[in-house]
């Protein structure tokens, strides 16, 4: 696609479910960002994928959450265990190595009740 | 730490120009500066970015200053549809802090 896409772009789960939040990041696009955005708060850092190196995962708030990214493309962040505190919009972003501008996706609202 | 510092809000007439400024004095010298707004109730969109030389695309004008320790976006002609959060950033490590709110008002 033209854009970054991101799946579901709402969801509604109950506490101590699992959710699985999907990125299908520009076609091409070697660098994927993942930031968690609370509501009337600024963009949580969370997970970096450059190509085949080893993520940064120093923003993931908890052994609660991770991420892949398969075949360099797409990628799932997972969070288990969900808590209300969890409940934020989780943004999704890509770009060419290298440089360039990051083209974000829609986000996916995530309520935990 | 990629650290940049932004006024927290500013405001602007329409049809004025903005300059919004940052500072990121521990920056590297082979990272970029990076400008992205985010618009309310929408993710963030890429405004503009640089290394060393002023840059101008259909958006915005970045002016950065010699020793790069610093720069300024500029809206040559603010319009309502302006009126956003506007993040300063380092390209590596991509971290935001809270941006500057741009009210314009009409």
């Known amino acids: 696609g033209a854009g970054v896409s991101q799946s579901p772009s709402n969801k509604v789960t109950e506490k101590g479910k699992d959710v699985e939040l999907r990125c299908d990041p520009i076609s091409g696009h070697t660098a994927l960002y993942w930031y968690r955005q609370s509501l009337g708060q600024g963009l949580e850092f969370l997970i970096y994928?450059?190509?085949?190196?080893?993520?940064?995962k120093s923003g993931l708030p908890s052994d609660r959450f991770s991420a892949e990214r398969t075949g360099g493309s797409v990628s799932t962040l997972t969070i288990q265990r969900t808590q209300q505190e969890d409940s934020a919009v989780y943004l999704c972003a890509s770009s060419f190595r290298g440089g360039g501008g990051y083209t974000f996706g829609s986000g996916t609202r995530l309520t935990v009740v | 730490d990629a650290k940049t510092t932004q006024p927290n809000s500013m405001e602007s007439n329409e049809e004025e120009p903005v300059h919004l400024p940052c500072n990121h004095s521990?920056?590297?010298?082979?990272?970029?500066i990076h400008w992205y707004r985010q618009l309310p109730s929408q993710g963030p969109e890429y405004v503009i970015h640089?290394?060393?030389s002023n840059v101008n695309n259909r958006m915005a004008s970045l002016a950065i200053a010699e020793d790069r320790k610093s720069s300024t976006l500029i809206l040559h002609r603010a319009t309502l549809r302006d009126a956003a959060v506007y993040y300063c950033?380092?390209?590596?490590?991509?971290?935001f802090g809270a941006g500057t709110r741009l009210t314009v008002k009409p």
């Open positions: 521990t920056i590297s010298g082979t990272d970029y």
């Open positions: 640089g290394l060393t």
């Open positions: 950033i380092h390209q590596m490590g991509m971290r």
């Open positions: 994928f450059q190509g085949n190196s080893a993520p940064d």
